[in-house]
Nanobody, 118 residues
Framework: QVQLVESGGGLVQPGGSVRLSCSASGWGFDFSQTAMSWLRQAPGKGLEWIASFTADGSYSKYIRFVEGRFTMSRDNAKNMLYLQMNNLGVDDTATYYC???WGKGGTRGPGTRVTVSE
């Protein structure tokens, strides 16, 4: 079973940037053969899919309101997934999760909190 651990969250000012990381591990889990996703959950709201990435990194898809601001990348040699988030706004305040697979149905980590505030 896969274990995922996110890091890199914190307090950031509006207009600022942050890079989230996700470490993947697990017996029998082949990160290089697995599509991965980023999800988020804002305070008082439901879990929201924001981006997915194919196993080889050749294709990615983002929800519209993060396109051009968020960029996902992965390092299959290190079993790492990243999310670079730029031009953050207060509406981006949420707990961010990485998840196994395409979409929001797979195993996810405990999350890392990003707070966008002055």
């Amino acid at each position: 079973q896969v274990q995922l651990v996110e890091s890199g969250g914190g307090l950031v000012q509006p207009g600022g940037s942050v890079r989230l990381s996700c470490s993947a591990s697990g017996w029998g889990f082949d990160f290089s053969q697995t599509a991965m996703s980023w999800l988020r959950q804002a305070p008082g709201k439901g879990l929201e899919w924001i981006a997915s990435f194919t196993a080889d990194g050749s294709y990615s898809k983002y929800i519209r309101f993060v396109e051009g601001r968020f960029t996902m990348s992965r390092d299959n040699a290190k079993n790492m997934l990243y999310l670079q988030m730029n031009n953050l706004g207060v509406d981006d305040t949420a707990t961010y999760y990485c998840a196994e697979g395409w979409g929001k149905g797979g195993t996810r980590g405990p999350g890392t909190r990003v707070t966008v505030s002055e």
